[in-house]
């Protein structure tokens, strides 16, 4: 069945970096953008943008630009989302999500966890 | 980030039906035929339901239906289940510039 598994919790020091990874299966990867999706605690969802899995261009929402890269392995089917810099408020759950259609997402990884706390 | 707004909470009785609003503009969801909707449980990723504004994907039951007016877009849940209370989300593009947003989300309560 078609799924995207995404790799496990992360705790990290302000400052740092973490590269968080989403393993697709069950589909033809390069036939669907993957998009990041971050939720902060006890709040909704922040679209971060998609990376096109034909040509591995990126595309950032205004808010994610600068810290955070979008890239991708096509020999194992894998997004990979990049956070440098890091700091406390981004602290969340990041989801990847593969693209059904314009603005809908129709497969979700189960998300990874990120702590950013000295 | 959200230039959606949807009502923060809404409930309804088990069979009954509950709507959902999400208020944006004419420049996302007054200009394009992309709204998709989406529920999501405490603790899981979300479930795509409605994408198109009103097309459903397959497996989702059409308890679930979707439609536009004007820059406001409504989800409705007929017949409603206590598996149904969850946190719902809007999404709309917003053309090339603003690219698209989610809706601040609402939470649907089954009485």
């Known amino acids: 069945q078609m799924q995207l598994v995404q790799s496990g919790s992360e705790l990290k020091n302000p400052g740092a970096s973490v590269k968080l990874s989403c393993k697709a299966s069950?589909?033809?990867?390069?036939?669907?953008?993957i998009h990041w999706v971050r939720q902060a605690p006890g709040q909704g969802l922040e679209w971060m943008g998609w990376?096109?899995?034909?040509?591995?261009?990126?595309t950032y929402v205004r808010d994610f630009r600068g810290r955070f890269v979008f890239s991708l392995d096509t020999s194992v089917n894998t997004g990979y989302l990049q956070i440098s810099s890091l700091q406390a408020d981004d602290t969340a759950v990041y989801y990847c999500?593969?693209?059904?259609?314009?603005?809908?997402?129709?497969?979700w990884g189960q998300g990874t966890v990120v702590t950013v706390s000295s | 980030q959200s230039a959606l707004t949807q009502p923060p909470s809404a409930s309804g009785s088990l069979g009954q039906s509950v709507t959902i609003s999400c208020s944006g503009s004419?420049?996302?969801?007054?200009?394009?035929?992309?709204v998709s909707w989406y529920q999501q449980h405490p603790a899981k990723a979300p479930k795509l339901l409605i994408y198109?504004?009103?097309k459903r994907p397959s497996g989702v039951p059409d308890r679930f239906s979707g439609s536009k007016s004007g820059n406001t877009a409504s989800l409705t849940v007929s017949g409603l289940q206590a598996d149904d209370e969850a946190d719902y989300y809007c999404?709309?593009?917003?053309?090339?510039?603003?690219?698209?947003?989610f809706g601040s989300g609402t939470k649907v309560t089954v009485l």
């Open positions: 004419s420049s996302d969801v007054g200009a394009y035929m992309y």
């Open positions: 999500a593969r693209q059904l259609a314009t603005m809908s997402y129709d497969v």
């Open positions: 999404a709309s593009y917003a053309g090339s510039k603003n690219l698209g947003f």
């Open positions: 069950g589909y033809t990867f390069s036939n669907h953008a």
């Open positions: 990376v096109n899995t034909n040509t591995g261009t990126p």
């Open positions: 198109d504004v009103s």
